[in-house]
């Protein structure tokens, strides 16, 4: 589905109908990382039996619309987490349709990108661990212009409290976590957007985009390397946070340390270990 809606856009990124990058930033969410991370605190796409992987196109002449909305077969086994995607499944194919049969009464037609749209949300396991199963999601939304925007958030799910929460939810407060990370984590970040820029950044120097981001403005996903505990930690910043759209995300990885763990909230301290 991608790869057609980005053709569109690609080729019509001059049209009249264009928006603003920021205009068409979907709220809440970041964009796609261009960087990965190692492989214990990464997603990885689960293509085994059980899962869900639900797709709604539509077409008039060439305006498209075309939907996808999957998660994996860990995620069947849980009523509740299904439930809480169908129905945020149907609550964004409902409101798609309704956005892009608005735009192509309000449209012109000649003006392809203004009339296609395109949405995709795959759910992917970060980790499977006893009590825990923690997921990433990717998310693609294309509404029109030149480009669409990517993001990705993060669910964490409570095998014994029977409850979601985001990843930073885990830990005491974005502060505590980035007070815990130290230097590591602006050091990290540097060392990527040197290696992009080609250039040192001064963060003291003028420009945006060269100070380093609060984890207040991350999305924030705990990994595992030995499959019982949380022991590694993603952060990831989005186009606009760390570096213009044209850099892409950031997703820097971190081993948990002895100050990460004093970070974590004291009710979920046992999910967590110092990685070995």
């Known amino acids: 589905m991608r790869k057609s809606l980005f053709l569109i856009s690609f080729a019509l990124s001059s049209a009249a109908c264009s928006q603003s990058e920021d205009?068409?930033?979907?709220?809440?969410?970041?964009?796609?990382?261009?960087?990965s991370v190692t492989a214990n605190a990464s997603a990885t796409a689960v293509d085994g039996p059980g899962g869900s992987n639900f797709e709604d196109d539509s077409s008039q002449g060439e305006a498209k619309r075309e939907f996808s909305y999957s998660w994996p077969a860990e995620v069947s086994v849980v009523p509740q987490l299904v439930r809480r995607f169908e129905e945020e499944r149907d609550r964004e194919l409902a409101a798609q349709k309704?956005?892009?049969?608005?735009?192509?009464?309000?449209?012109?037609?000649?003006?392809?990108?203004?009339?296609?749209?395109?949405?995709?949300?795959?759910?992917?396991?970060?980790?499977?661990?006893?009590?825990?199963?923690?997921?990433?999601?990717?998310?693609?939304?294309?509404?029109?212009?030149a480009h669409g925007n990517h993001g990705r958030t993060s669910l964490v799910w409570d095998r014994s409290g029977k409850r979601a929460l985001?990843?930073?939810?885990?830990?005491?407060?974005?502060?505590?976590?980035?007070?815990?990370?130290?230097?590591?984590?602006?050091?990290?970040?540097?060392?990527?957007?040197?290696?992009?820029?080609?250039?040192?950044?001064?963060?003291n120097g003028e420009g945006y985009f060269n100070d380093c981001?609060?984890?207040?403005?991350?999305?924030?996903?705990?990994?595992?390397?030995?499959?019982?505990?949380?022991?590694?930690?993603?952060?990831?910043?989005?186009?606009?946070?760390?570096?213009?759209?044209?850099?892409?995300?950031?997703?820097?990885?971190?081993?948990?340390?002895?100050?990460?763990?004093?970070?974590?909230?004291?009710?979920?301290?046992?999910?967590?270990?110092?990685?070995?």
């Open 166 to 203: 985001e990843g930073i939810e885990l830990f005491n407060s974005p502060v505590e976590l980035e007070t815990a990370l130290g230097a590591r984590l602006c050091d990290t970040l540097d060392e990527e957007r040197e290696e992009r820029r080609g250039t040192k950044v001064d963060r």
């Open 213 to 276: 981001p609060g984890i207040d403005e991350a999305s924030v996903f705990v990994g595992s390397s030995n499959g019982q505990t949380f022991d590694r930690i993603g952060v990831y910043f989005g186009p606009y946070v760390a570096g213009p759209y044209a850099e892409g995300a950031y997703e820097l990885d971190f081993s948990v340390t002895a100050s990460v763990l004093d970070a974590v909230k004291p009710e979920y301290a046992r999910a967590f270990s110092v990685q070995r």
């Open 98 to 145: 309704a956005e892009w049969q608005e735009s192509l009464e309000s449209s012109p037609e000649d003006c392809v990108s203004c009339r296609s749209r395109g949405f995709e949300k795959e759910w992917k396991v970060v980790s499977d661990l006893p009590d825990w199963l923690s997921l990433s999601a990717d998310l693609y939304v294309y509404t029109g212009g």
């Open 23 to 35: 205009a068409i930033a979907p709220s809440g969410v970041v964009a796609e990382s261009r960087v």
